[in-house]
Structure formats: structure tokens, C-alpha cells
């Protein structure tokens, strides 16, 4: 009788153990994109509004922002659901007093509860900052830069739809040449739907020093190798994209050379 209940307490802490690891990585769970992108718009919506209402920005309701948001935990190939604070929500909406980034959304950090309650911070150059303010002159509270938010368990689950493009950046702010004149460039792929694709041109101001084809997955950080050396003469150089996927920097970007 003894080795029996031994062998069901060892059973059942092997479940308990089982269902963990799998809520762990969200599998049953009721965190999941769907829900995310269909309860955040709506939160930062009523938020900013309030925003709004404090700063005299007339004419600014839930339906004029036209708010929509595409979310995603961990990056590419983990599964978009379960609790954790991995997740980044690109929000768009419509204000005539900001003016959107050309990529047309922000980006928004989360940190999910297993409660299916979230918390939220947006970017500062978009949402402002921890206090702003009012039409009095007072400094208040800036009820969108970090706020709370909950969603139903059993809502709406069918995929949203709601999509936005990968923002490419040049992270280098010096270009390392070796003794040969070889050297390589940082860029970084954001979060976003199908990464970054495309040609960036490098040239010397004077000369071209070929072209490269990128290929990146979102939240990506690489090293793009330049095709050739850079002549012994160069201070800088400068780089041009044309991009096929996602979105690049629209004006060339031009690098010190170090040696």
C-alpha cells in the first residue's frame, strides 16, 4: 500500500511538473495575440483621450484615433502567447497633433500576467513622457506613457489581421578597418511583419564601393560586410538603401572610417 501511494504522489507531482512547463510556454493558455491586439487599442485609446483632454486637444475620441496594434512575444519562431515581459505591440493610431513615424506605429513594450491583465509603456517621442503639462500650467501625470489593461479570457480569438512593416537601423556609429581595408557595417531589423529585404549601396563620396543585398529576420542585429576594401584615402562612407521588404532609412547614411 505504501509503494502505492508513493508511486501516485510521484504521478502526480509529474503532472503538476508537466502542466507548469506547458503553461510556461504558454501552451492553454488565454494570452494570445488576438486577444492583445484587439484589447491594447482599445486601453491606449480611453488613455490617450484622457491625454488629450489635459494637453486641449480638442476633437479626440476612441473612433477618431482609429488605434490598431500587431503584437508578438519573444520574436521570430516562439509562440505568440502566454504570459511573460517579452511582449512588443506595434500601435498606429490618428492624431493631427503627432505627427506618425513613416513606419506609422510605435512600439510598445508589455508585461502579461497570468490574470490576463497587462501592463503597457510607449515610446516617450510619441506617447511624451512620465508628466506632462495641462492647459493650467500643472504638472500632471501622463495617463499613456505606462498604463493598465484587461482583456476576456474566453474573447475573440481569430487572428486580427493587423499587420506593420520591420523598421531597418544603422546601429554602427564607427567603421573598423583592418589592415586590409576590410570592414563591416551594424544594422539592426525591428520587430515587425517579414523582416527587412533589400540593396544597400556604400560609396566614399566620390567612388562606388559596390553594393550589398540584405535578407534579415525581424530583431535581427548583423554585420554586413562591404564587397570591397576601403581605399586608404577615405575619411567616411556612405550608405544608401533601397528597400524590397520593410522599412530603411530614407536619407544615406554616412559612417567615420577608423583605422
Same mark, same amino acid.
Given at each position: 500500500m505504501r509503494r502505492i501511494i508513493i508511486t501516485l504522489v510521484l504521478a502526480l507531482a509529474a503532472i503538476g511538473c508537466a502542466a507548469a512547463i506547458a503553461s510556461a510556454v504558454g501552451g492553454g493558455t488565454s494570452i494570445t495575440r488576438a486577444r492583445l491586439e484587439r484589447s491594447l487599442p482599445a486601453t491606449f485609446a480611453n488613455q490617450y483621450v484622457q491625454q488629450a483632454a489635459l494637453l486641449g486637444h480638442t476633437g479626440i475620441t476612441p473612433a477618431s484615433l482609429q488605434a490598431k496594434a500587431m503584437c508578438e512575444k519573444g520574436g521570430p519562431g516562439m509562440p505568440d502567447k502566454g504570459p511573460g515581459s517579452d511582449w512588443i505591440c506595434l500601435v498606429g493610431w490618428q492624431d493631427p497633433n503627432v505627427p506618425m513615424p513613416p513606419e506609422g506605429y510605435g512600439k510598445f513594450e508589455l508585461t502579461v500576467h497570468s490574470n490576463d491583465c497587462y501592463t503597457a509603456g510607449g515610446p516617450s517621442k510619441l506617447v511624451g513622457f512620465q508628466t506632462i503639462n495641462d492647459t493650467q500650467g500643472r504638472t500632471v501625470n501622463n495617463p499613456v506613457f505606462e498604463f493598465?489593461?484587461?482583456? @476576456?479570457?474566453?474573447? @475573440?480569438?481569430?487572428?486580427t489581421g493587423n499587420s506593420y512593416p520591420s523598421v531597418l537601423q544603422v546601429t554602427s556609429t564607427v567603421l573598423s578597418a583592418?589592415?586590409?581595408?576590410?570592414?563591416g557595417v551594424q544594422v539592426s531589423c525591428g520587430a515587425g511583419a517579414n523582416g527587412c529585404a533589400g540593396v544597400m549601396t556604400i560609396s566614399d563620396g566620390t567612388r562606388s564601393l559596390g553594393?550589398?543585398?540584405?535578407d534579415l529576420q525581424e530583431q535581427a542585429t548583423p554585420t554586413l560586410s562591404l564587397p570591397q576594401a576601403v581605399p586608404v584615402d577615405a575619411q567616411e562612407l556612405t550608405f544608401t538603401f533601397a528597400p524590397s521588404t520593410g522599412i530603411a532609412?530614407?536619407?544615406p547614411t554616412t559612417i567615420p572610417v577608423q583605422r
Open positions: 493598465d489593461g484587461c482583456f @476576456d479570457p474566453n474573447g @475573440d480569438d481569430q487572428p583592418d589592415v586590409s581595408g576590410r570592414t553594393s550589398v543585398h540584405y532609412p530614407p536619407k
